[in-house]
């Protein structure tokens, strides 16, 4: 691990920015197993965001809905108006739905996007609290947001959601309990009951998130060190197929000087096998002299002075020839 790269800067919101290649892409070096654990949580924590703003644009027209359903007006002797509820499920739902999705839009995978977005089920589920009257229907909607929460697998998200609940429950107890049970008195009983429940569950699910979050780092422990064993078989294959690059053009060249050697040898052989035959055409010319010398020399010593010595040539043989000619002639 030692011989990875460290990245450059990892910045609050969990991002990662590391030097890149020319191809834009991360090079395995630099990808500690910090780097990819945050950079993997960064990408499924995007993904989250995006399920819940699906399911905050179907519980917005949903809360409206409810709001139209139970209590469309409030009446004032013989007058009618749209109640209340009805402005706080379309003003704050809308509220509760945009601004996470714009922060979902502009900071995806950020701490900050992923705390609007538990305070915002949160709330949501105040609304169908406060719509159902108080009903145990409307309670369950919190437990169902933590586990939706929980998928973030950050103690962060679930201490946030934790807190906004019991403060909301403790705060409509002590000034809306019609709101939050639907009784005109503060069921103190009762909300140390629900907060109880709440702080519980809360516990349990920051216990889960830590865990989980140990087994991700040690995935990415696990996956760097594959990325870094890979990479180095990369350069070994590399280097052996340079090596046997290199030997192939060695082995070419050694064959190359083999050839020319022999080539010189050929034409070294066909040089000396031409001087040879040169040498006995050479040998083969003066014996045939010495021959034809012998022969002039015994038919002048059996008185035949008229022969000539017929012998060609610059040699030392065809000069004595010439010169016993010379003698014959006076």
């Known amino acids: 691990m030692a011989e990875l790269a460290q990245i450059d800067t990892v910045n609050s919101t969990g991002r990662v920015t590391a ?16 780097s990819l654990y945050l950079n993997e949580r960064h990408h499924f924590h995007c993904r989250i965001d995006k399920l819940f703003i699906a399911l905050f644009s179907v519980q917005w027209p949903v809360a409206v809905l409810l709001a139209f359903y139970l209590t469309p007006n409030t009446w ?11 402005y706080v499920a379309i003003g704050l739902g809308a509220l509760l739905t945009l601004f996470p999705a714009w922060l979902a839009w ?15 089920a949160m709330m949501f589920t105040a609304i169908f609290i406060h719509l159902s009257g108080g009903r145990d229907e409307g309670h369950f909607h919190f437990f169902t947001m933590m586990a939706f929460i929980a998928l973030y697998f950050d103690w962060r998200v679930i201490v946030t959601a934790v ?30 009951r629900h907060v109880g429940w709440v702080v519980f569950e809360g516990g349990v699910l920051f216990c889960a998130c830590l865990l989980i979050d140990s087994d991700w780092r040690r ?19 590399e280097e052996n197929a340079q090596a046997s690059i290199e030997m192939d053009k060695r082995q070419a060249e050694a064959a ?47 008185g035949n002075l008229g022969t000539s010595i017929d012998i060609k040539g610059e040699d030392s043989l065809a000069r004595s020839g010439r010169g016993l000619n010379d003698c014959w002639a006076h």
């Open 19 to 34: 030097d890149r290649d020319e191809q834009g892409s991360v090079p395995v070096q630099a990808m500690t197993a910090n």
């Open 76 to 86: 004032a002797g013989s007058q009618s108006s749209t109640h209340l509820h009805v």
């Open 106 to 120: 502009r900071r995806p995978g950020d701490v900050i996007t992923r705390c609007v977005i538990a305070a915002a």
């Open 163 to 192: 807190v906004v609940g019991a403060l909301d429950h403790i705060l409509r107890t002590i000034l809306f309990p019609m709101s939050i049970f639907g009784v005109l008195q503060s069921p103190w009983f009762q909300l140390l």
């Open 219 to 237: 995935a990415a422990s696990q996956l760097a060190v594959s990325l870094l064993r890979e990479e180095e078989n990369k350069k070994l294959l």
């Open 256 to 302: 190359d000087m083999a050839a020319e050697q022999r080539r010189v040898q050929k034409e070294r052989l066909a040089a000396a096998e031409e001087a040879i035959l040169l040498e006995q055409q050479a040998a083969e010319t003066q014996r045939q002299q010495v021959h034809s010398l012998l022969q002039n020399v015994n038919q002048a010593v059996a």
